[in-house]
């Protein structure tokens, strides 16, 4: 679970950082985008954060389970 919820942190961390090259890049000039959607970019890095984050699970649980077609395991 720790795995898990270190893929969902990272992902998350990643749009974050994301938003600050944006402001970064329109602060010094070097983009002419409009900063109005920024809640709604986080909002949107939040959620493929947790889109990954459950798959992540799924893929885990189906893994140890051996459901998997791939797992040579079992």
Not at 5 to 26: D, K, P, R, W
Not at 39 to 50: E, K
Request: aromatic residues 10%; glycine residues 6%; negative net charge.
């Amino acid at each position: 679970m720790v795995t898990a919820f270190s893929v969902f942190a990272l992902v998350s961390a990643l749009g974050c950082i994301n938003e600050l090259v944006e402001l970064f890049m329109v602060k010094v000039g070097l983009a002419r985008i409009t900063l109005d959607d920024t809640n709604w970019d986080i909002l949107a890095n939040t959620l493929g954060a947790a889109a990954v984050w459950f798959g992540w699970i799924i893929i885990n649980w189906l893994t140890k389970k051996g459901q998997l077609a791939h797992d040579s395991r079992h």
